[in-house]
């Protein structure tokens, strides 16, 4: 069984459009993760969610809007693509206190 | 400011030599640390994590990090490389009393010599 699950693997697209990006964990834990991953490899926390409440919202244009309907599901939304929103995300989820957490496998978004 | 360093971005070890990767971090008070792996065109996996307790943590793969507050380090080792070890490593830090978020390091990648 997938613990954190992303749907698509990779997305490709055009300036100007909206996507969305879905995770889903069947790990009952209660917070969920949106992160960032660069050219360079370098990984930034983008939003997080505790119990479908954000508590985390790093300085990320409004373009971005999470949604969780429920605690095992964090979606990203993108509006209005842009050549610098060519990444991977990843979602996360963990658990408190230590809030280790489990990363699915990634999404290649590339925006042309 | 609080801040997390990986010395060397590329590590270039020889088959079944010593692996070390190094980390540090700079803050007035010990954060949680962990070891994250990064396989080509994959997502990043736990390796170990210290919390509290004993300072030598050891994880999977045969990785082991330990833990020193006197240096604000915590490197990881593993005795002999595989040539299945080659990926990019994370040093990661969760600061106590914050949200949550992880903060990662720059990364290194550790490449294997046959």
């Known amino acids: 069984d997938t613990a954190v699950s992303q749907t698509p693997k990779y997305l490709v697209t055009q300036m100007g459009n909206d996507k969305s990006i879905k995770c889903e964990q069947n790990l009952g834990h209660d917070t969920m993760y949106w992160y960032k991953q660069d050219s360079k490899k370098f990984l930034k926390i983008m939003f997080s969610?505790?119990?479908?409440?954000?508590?985390i919202n790093e300085t990320v244009p409004n373009r971005f809007s999470p949604k969780s309907p429920d605690k095992a599901h964090l979606n990203l939304h993108i509006n209005s693509l842009e050549l610098g929103d060519s990444a991977v995300y990843f979602c996360?989820?963990?658990?408190?206190?230590?809030?280790?957490?489990?990363f699915g496998p990634g999404t290649r978004l590339t925006v042309l | 400011a609080q801040s997390v360093t990986q010395l060397g971005s590329h590590v270039s070890v020889s088959e079944g030599a010593l692996v070390l990767l190094r980390c540090n971090y700079s803050?007035?008070?010990?954060?949680?640390l962990f070891w994250y792996v990064q396989y080509p065109n994959q997502g990043l996996q736990l390796l170990l994590k210290y919390t509290t307790g004993a300072t030598l943590v050891k994880g999977i793969n045969g990785f082991e990090a330990e833990f020193k507050k006197s240096e604000t380090s915590f490197h990881l080792t593993k005795p002999s490389a595989h040539m299945s070890d080659a990926a990019e490593y994370f040093c990661v830090v969760r600061w106590r009393g914050s949200q949550g978020n992880l903060i990662f390091g720059k990364g290194t990648k550790l490449s294997v010599k046959p």
């Open positions: 803050s007035s008070v010990p954060p949680y």
């Open positions: 996360a989820s963990g658990q408190r206190p230590y809030n280790e957490q489990f």
């Open positions: 969610y505790n119990n479908k409440e954000l508590i």
